[in-house]
Nanobody, 125 residues
Framework: QVILVESGGGSVQAGGSLRLSCTAS????????VSWFRRPPGKEREFVGV??????YYRQSVRGRFVASGDKSKNTAYLQMSNLNPEDTAVYFC????????????????????WGQGTQVTVSS
């Protein structure tokens, strides 16, 4: 089992920045990798970005603005979001994917075994 706890959401104006954190715990945490997703209003959950074992990947719309990172000693993943725009408004989630599924699975919502509770990010124009 893996428990994911997120923090750092909030409301900002366009052009602002936020940093999300996701801390993992549980007896199986070493068997999983973590990536970031979001669910915009009225839309399906979508992949945002990942940094794991020096593997990084981002959805096209956030490249150059979002940076994923992690601190393995704290079992914590981060998502630094800069130059936010209203289209980034969403509930953001971290998700844990089993390591045996490989790195591509980190971009696929239905490959996630465990989800964080989600944190709201609202960007006003």
């Amino acid at each position: 089992q893996v428990i994911l706890v997120e923090s750092g959401g909030g409301s900002v104006q366009a052009g602002g920045s936020l940093r999300l954190s996701c801390t993992a715990s549980g007896r199986s945490v070493d068997d999983y990798r973590v990536s970031w997703f979001r669910r915009p209003p009225g839309k399906e959950r979508e992949f945002v970005g990942v940094w794991e074992d020096d593997y990084t990947y981002y959805r096209q719309s956030v490249r150059g603005r979002f940076v994923a990172s992690g601190d393995k000693s704290k079992n914590t993943a981060y998502l630094q979001m800069s130059n936010l725009n209203p289209e980034d408004t969403a509930v953001y989630f971290c998700g844990a994917v089993p390591k045996f599924k490989g790195y591509y699975a980190l971009r696929v919502p239905h490959e996630v075994d465990y989800w964080g509770q989600g944190t709201q990010v609202t960007v006003s124009s």
